[in-house]
Each structure stands twice: as C-alpha cells, then as structure tokens.
C-alpha cells in the first residue's frame, strides 16, 4: 500500500509543483532566444507540451523512491524534446528556402541541431531534470487512484498537442524562410540603369542559384529594402556602400554577405573574382548576427581596384540582395570593373556608415 506516500503528499501539498518544474524550464529565453515573432512563440509552446508530455509519462511509470532513475530518465526526456524543437527549426528554415536543399546544408543542420539541444539540456534542461526528480510525489495527488485510461487520455491528449504545436513551428519557420518580392530601394541610384541594345545572352540570374541557408528570425524580403548608396574613388581604390533597413513591424536578423552580381551594357554577366570577408579598411571583421529593429539600419562594404581599360567589357550595373537566393536588384553606375576583376565584400554589419 501508498497510504504513507498519499498522506505525506497530502501534507506536502506544494510538491505538486514538481510536475511543472520541467515544462517551465522551457519559458527559459535561452533556448530560442535568437527567434523571433511567430518562430519564438511556437518554439516556446512546443516545448513546453514536449517536456510537459515526457516528464508526465516517466513520472508515472517511475515510482519516487527511484529517484536516480527519475533523475536520468527526466533529463533524457529534457534532451530529446530540445532535439524535437532545435530540429523543426533548422530543417524548417532549411525547407523554407529557395532551391534544392545540398547534403552539405543538412550536414550544417544537423550540427547546428545537436549544438542548440546540447547547450539547453546541459543547462536549463539538466537543473529543471535535477529539481524535478527531487520535489515530485509519485503521483500528483489529483489523480491519485485515478482510473487508467484517464492517465492514458492525459498523455493522448499531449502528444496531440505536441505534434500540432511541432507542425505549427515548422510552417513558422519556413514562413521566416520564404522570400517575398523585394519592396522598392529606399534610395534611387546613383545613375539609371542602363536599357540592352540588344536580348542579353548571359544576363545574371533574378535570384543566386545558390542560395544561403534561411534560418529562423530572418528579415524576410518584404520587410527589408536593400540599397545601393554610391561609390567613393581614393588612389586607384573603389569603394561602394550598400544598406539595408528593416520596413517591417517586428525585428529581424540579417546574418553572414550581401548578394552581389555584376552585368554589362548589354545585361550580360561580368564574372569578377568575389571573395568574402573584406572591408575598405582593410580588415576582415567576422559575420555576425545583425538584429534590425524596426527602422534599424545595417550595411555592407565592396572594395576594389579600377582595373578596366577603354577596350574592356566594363560593369555598367550591379545587381544585390540581403543575401545569397533574395531577389536582386539593379543599379547603374560606371564602376571600372571588368571580368577577373578581384572584388571584397565585406559582412552585414550594424548601423550606417
């Protein structure tokens, strides 16, 4: 008999709240701290139910006594449901993008999946699985005695919730991930761009056919304008500035290079030797994560030298987007770039210039 245990719980009324310590480590910022919007609300939710549904099950099927049991079988339970929820949001935003997903973007999310569950179950997760196995009776004493099938509907009933919540996150996180047709720049160019004489045979692509990998929180296409801000001239040198504002109601992230192409009198390709990473100043700062607030200002840097002679195919425009699968935008301009012409472009990063 438990008549002991059911006393004591009865006593000890507050232990019940051992059955909420796991499920709330899920309100902790930290695991989705870098969403946002609808992408962090369904993250929130769906692991609350995750935890909310494991801890419930091994809570029941683990009597109090065996307590290292609980211990463990908790904190796996608080594993399993961060890899449920990191991985809806990798794969998601993944699924989300423009063009066919590469073995290689997987790979990045799977690692990025294990990376994010790692740190939560090893923090939040690990404290929560700790305080849980210590503070809860066997059974809370609402449902002491209560019938099976009612123990069976509870968990029914969460796994449900779980699986619905789950599918709501992915359709978030893919939503975060779809490009939307660009808004017009902010800034008119600094020349007309000029019309073909002729069809172009070899114009650059409207999108790169190479798309960077969405990621949930990131500004969608609608809500950003990307601009080109003029070109400065010094020794040789060129310099030109490119900027992004978010237009939209919520924050976002942009994260990692603009998308830049290059296109002659004619709209044909110019092919220039891109490398990423550079500045006009000659350092090499690291991509960083760049949360725009609503109005917030980030730019990008181009840096090279003016290599094209009278008889060279010259660049008369270029095409850029907030990154690599957003639409592209044209700008004219004389640019004294040629094909082989070795460009820098630098990271997003914050603020105006």
């Excluded at 761009?193 to 990131?218: K, M, T, W, Y």
Aim: positive net charge; glycine residues 12%.
């Amino acid at each position: 008999m438990n008549t002991g245990g059911v006393a004591r719980d009865g006593a000890q009324g507050w232990r019940w709240l051992g059955w909420l310590i796991l499920p709330a480590a899920s309100l902790v910022p930290e695991f989705a701290g870098g969403e946002a919007g609808p992408v962090r609300l369904a993250a929130t939710l769906t692991l609350l139910l995750a935890t909310a549904l494991l801890s419930y099950l091994v809570l029941h099927a683990v009597r109090e006594g065996r307590r290292g049991h609980r211990f463990l079988l908790l904190w796996a339970s608080a594993g399993a449901a961060a890899l449920l929820v990191a991985g809806v949001i990798e794969f998601g935003g993944l699924w989300g993008a423009a063009g066919p997903v590469s073995g290689r973007a997987s790979v990045s999310a799977v690692a990025a999946t294990v990376a994010v569950a790692a740190r939560w179950t090893l923090t939040s997760g690990l404290v929560a699985a700790a305080v849980t196995a210590w503070l809860a009776p066997w059974q809370p004493q609402a449902t002491a005695g209560a019938p099976r099938y009612l123990r069976i509907g509870v968990a029914a009933t969460l796994l449900l919730a779980t699986i619905w919540s789950a599918g709501n996150l992915a359709r978030a996180t893919a939503m975060a991930g779809v490009s939307d047709k660009p808004a017009p720049a902010v800034q008119a160019p600094t020349a007309p761009a000029s019309v073909p004489s002729a069809d172009p045979s070899d114009p650059p692509l409207p999108r790169n056919a190479r798309p960077d990998r969405a990621f949930a929180g990131r500004c969608a296409e609608s809500a950003v304008r990307v601009t080109y801000q003029g070109m400065d001239a010094a020794a040789g040198g060129r310099y030109a500035l490119i900027a992004a504002v978010n237009e939209g109601a919520e924050p976002c992230v942009l994260k990692g290079f603009p998308d830049v192409a290059f296109a002659d009198l004619l709209g044909n390709n110019v092919r220039v030797k891109l490398s990423r990473g550079g500045s006009s100043n000659g350092q090499k700062p690291a991509p960083k994560p760049v949360r725009l607030q609503p109005g917030g200002v980030a730019h990008a840097e181009l840096s090279w030298r003016a290599d094209a002679g009278a008889y060279d195919r010259e660049v008369n425009t270029i095409l850029i987007a907030g990154w690599a699968g957003a639409e592209r935008t044209g700008y004219g301009g004389n640019f004294q770039v040629k094909n082989g012409t070795a460009v820098q472009v630098s990271p997003w990063l914050a603020g105006e210039v």
